[in-house]
């Protein structure tokens, strides 16, 4: 929002057309005792000279890697200029849900052209404008299933990124309803014989990531025989998008829902945030879908017009009856994925595909003697296993002395994997510095 200055006198006028004479007037329904009597400690303004300098001294205490290593759940990819350049346009900047649909004609067709590109890319029916991101998508799946079905419980793999499950837990015991945990195999995957045992009459939904938080990619179509055959719903979580391009779409291999992250589609990490959620499901499910849908229709005139549409299951319309409480969506992010898959196009994305799965490949033999899961077919994460604690740290410290961010210190999230490093290669790291991150891993574990 532009700031639109104004002087005493407009100040006056405004204040004298609401019946106040000073802006303390504006907070008289605040109890005396609880409003602030004493300025605010603050610094002396600055000219806008004098702060740019101030900021540009703060930030140059950042470390500013020249490569990373570091991915679970938010990567590094390229992001073409042209991203940036439409989503600044003011007219989708401050982009917020189009209620009027005879005046949001573009930010309308924008979203639904990127829930047309999700549909395309999951194999699914029907995809809503998105919601905040992908653990909370996730957690918006599994309340589908328990809705749908009229179960109680709903079944995860550990293989699932760990803050995804922490989220469907928060969400599930707000309903006082059951989530099982199924360990992680031998191989790195979800050990599908006991996820087979864990299955019952009150399961309600399986929810899976493929590929998972380790790396590996998941035999959905077991997972989803499972399911199907104890009449609960699949979903299939995918935390880097650009996956999509080779990987099989979870909609063909049986899902029922697709949840994702969608911050690969031309979202930068900025720090962890703004994400975007994507949310997709199969005909039957789209009723109980959360959050906004787009839809396409034809005016009196004939004229192809867009608008949203199901509004009846929103919480605006029937707060009780809602499927959700989200009552907007990341339209910003959703626009900046749009616009990236446009970029990009159908070859585009198989292309960074193949670049992210070459890559991650050639550093994953190149370290083959660290590997702790084998037999696993990987896109562009695995995980490597130091001798000792030391070692790893020892590791760490060179490669951000050379300026590359190290993978993820997996026994925070995994207390069985220790002195494991989760890696992430995309098509951001070139082949010297794949070959320097290997070279110092290597001299660090003898």
């Known amino acids: 929002m532009d700031f639109i200055p104004k002087n005493i006198d407009e100040e006056r006028a ?10 303390k007037g504006l907070f008289a329904d605040i109890p005396e005792e609880i409003q602030k009597k004493a300025q605010l400690n603050l610094p002396e303004p600055l000219s806008e000279l004098q702060l740019r300098k101030k900021i540009t001294y703060i930030a140059r205490k950042n470390r500013a890697y020249k490569t990373s290593f570091l991915g679970a759940g938010c990567y590094s990819h390229y992001i073409p200029a042209i991203v940036s350049r439409i989503i600044s346009k003011p007219e989708f900047c401050t982009a917020y849900t189009p209620y009027q649909a005879e005046i949001s004609q573009g930010i309308l067709q924008a979203i639904f052209e990127y829930q047309t590109m999700i549909c395309d890319l999951t194999g699914m029916d029907a995809s809503n404008a998105s919601v905040y991101d992908g653990a909370e998508a996730l957690a918006e799946a599994a309340l589908i299933s328990l809705k749908k079905t009229g179960r109680s419980d709903i079944i995860i793999s550990k293989t699932v990124h760990p803050e995804y ?10 309903k006082n309803k059951n989530l099982v945990e199924i360990d992680i195999g031998s191989n790195g995957k979800t050990d599908i014989e006991k996820l087979k045992s864990a299955v019952n009459h009150n399961t309600a939904g399986i929810l899976i990531q493929s ?7 998941e035999d959905i179509m077991e ?7 104890n009449n609960s719903l699949l979903t299939v979580s995918v935390a880097d998008t650009s996956c999509l391009g080779i990987l099989a779409p979870p909609g063909k291999l049986g899902a029922d829902i697709v949840t ?3 911050q690969s589609f031309g979202n930068p990490k900025s720090f962890g945030g703004s994400l975007l959620g994507i949310i997709a499901v199969k005909q039957g499910l789209i009723r109980h879908l959360p959050g906004r849908i787009v839809g396409q229709a034809v005016d009196r005139e004939g004229k192809k017009g867009y608008m949203l549409t199901l509004q009846a299951r929103e919480q605006h319309i029937r707060r009780e009856k809602a499927s959700c409480n989200i009552c907007s969506n990341q339209a910003l992010n959703a626009l900046a994925a749009t616009v990236y898959l446009t970029a990009l196009g159908k070859n585009g994305i198989i292309n960074l595909a193949n670049l992210n799965l070459q890559k991650a490949h050639y550093a994953y033999e190149s370290l083959k003697e660290f590997k702790v899961f084998s037999n696993s077919l990987l896109y562009n994460e695995f995980v490597i296993q130091f001798r000792n604690k030391d070692n790893m740290k020892r590791a760490g410290k060179e490669l951000e002395k050379n300026s590359i961010e190290p993978g993820l210190d997996l026994e925070k999230f995994y207390p069985a994997l220790k002195n494991c490093m989760l890696i992430c290669v995309t098509e951001m790291n070139s082949k010297q510095d794949i ?3 290997i070279e110092i891993v290597k001299k660090n574990s003898s």
Do not use: C, W
């Open 14 to 23: 405004m204040l004298k057309d609401i019946g106040i004479v000073s802006i």
């Open 165 to 174: 499950r922490q989220t469907v837990r928060t969400y599930l015991n707000a």
């Open 211 to 217: 590929p998972n938080f380790l790396g590996a990619v």
């Open 223 to 229: 997972v989803e025989r499972a399911a199907h055959k």
């Open 260 to 262: 994702a992250e969608g």
């Open 435 to 437: 070959d320097r991150f």
